[in-house]
């Protein structure tokens, strides 16, 4: 809580408040699901969210609607967009990135040749904690394991859920965007924290994950092929557990409850995954279906990348044929 104090405290040397006040203009790059959750909730409460949109893309609608899938609030919002990054981000008091994975490199690139970067928070998949080094040493840098459930925008509507409290972990040794996101989510009523577990656990989810994505994706995302594959899952499994020692290597550092997963037997998992799979509800059905096939470039990139870690031969060079 001291740190917490003392954050405050330099913030407001370097002209940044903690909270951020109502009306503050927050720069969102990536306009999907996530972005325009993110976007609706802060122009409800008060905030100036604007979006970064690429020259080369069609223009965005004027305005938005998203759903909370639990409670059914509804939020209308605006969709103001700038299409050229400005050379100038002194003007945002921060900046979010919500782009996919193969699309993060070159946005965190960007970024750390700009001048008067405010405090940026990385949303998209990370496998490597190295990643963000280079935009953690120009300015404050926070990441977060995206706990909002979102579907495809359809005619520019989304429907969402909040699945669990927002953990955002310091990628360098300044947590001022940690705290300031935090404080920013918890001002437009989403459940946020900082955190200071390592980012190292973060990454781990998704070395992880993204094997078991993998085989959805072989099961061209329809959960009850995959329920019925049990071979598959169970190859997904120990290519899980390949992926997480791939990543430790990397250092992403798994805590206790992913290391006691992988030390569980695929068969019973594969019969319990499988059973599971066929009685999922509607809405989490449709985010593996729906969602992740949207997204597959991305789990394919990251599982190919983890892959290049482990040994020929391995379960998770198996499931992207290599």
């Excluded at 909730?41 to 979006?51: N, Q, T, V």
């Excluded at 609030?73 to 103001?80: G, Q, S, W």
């Excluded at 656990?201 to 993204?210: D, F, H, N, P, R």
Aim: a positive charge.
């Amino acid at each position: 809580m001291k740190q917490i104090r003392s954050l405050f405290g330099a913030a407001q040397g370097i002209g940044i408040s903690l909270p951020i006040p109502p009306g503050s203009e927050i720069l969102l790059i990536g306009a999907g699901s996530l972005g325009r959750v993110l976007a609706a909730r802060m122009e409800h409460a008060g905030f100036s969210p604007i979006f970064f949109r690429p020259p080369n893309r069609k223009p965005l609608a004027d305005h938005g609607t998203v759903e909370e899938k639990i409670s059914g609030k509804v939020f209308h919002h605006a969709i103001r967009s700038v299409a050229l990054l400005p050379f100038d981000l002194s003007r945002f008091k921060a900046v979010g990135v919500l782009v996919r994975y193969e699309s993060l490199a070159t946005v965190l690139d960007e970024l750390c040749r700009r001048e008067n970067t405010p405090p940026v928070a990385v949303f998209t998949p990370i496998l490597f904690p190295a990643e963000l080094e280079p935009i953690a040493m120009r300015a404050s840098t926070t990441a977060c394991f995206p706990e909002i459930a979102a579907l495809p925008p359809e005619d520019n509507r989304v429907v969402y859920t909040l699945a669990a409290t927002q953990e955002f972990l310091s990628v360098g040794d300044n947590p001022l965007a940690s705290v300031l996101w935090a404080e920013l989510l918890k001002g437009a009523n989403i459940p946020a924290r900082f955190s200071e577990r390592p980012l190292g656990e973060l990454c781990a989810k998704y070395s992880y994950g993204i094997p078991l994505l993998m085989a959805l994706e072989l099961s061209e995302y329809n959960t009850g092929r995959l329920a019925r594959d049990q071979a598959l899952i169970k190859t997904a499994w120990h290519a899980a557990a390949e992926g997480m020692q791939a990543g430790r290597s990397k250092g992403c550092l798994p805590g206790f409850g992913i290391r006691l997963l992988a030390k569980l037997p695929a068969g019973p998992i594969a019969f319990a995954a499988s059973l599971v799979l066929r009685i999922l509800p509607t809405f989490p059905r449709r985010m593996l279906e729906e969602h992740f096939k949207k997204v597959s470039e991305q789990t394919r990139l990251a599982c190919s990348r983890l892959a290049k870690l482990s040994p020929e031969g391995s379960a998770l060079r198996r499931l992207v044929g290599t």
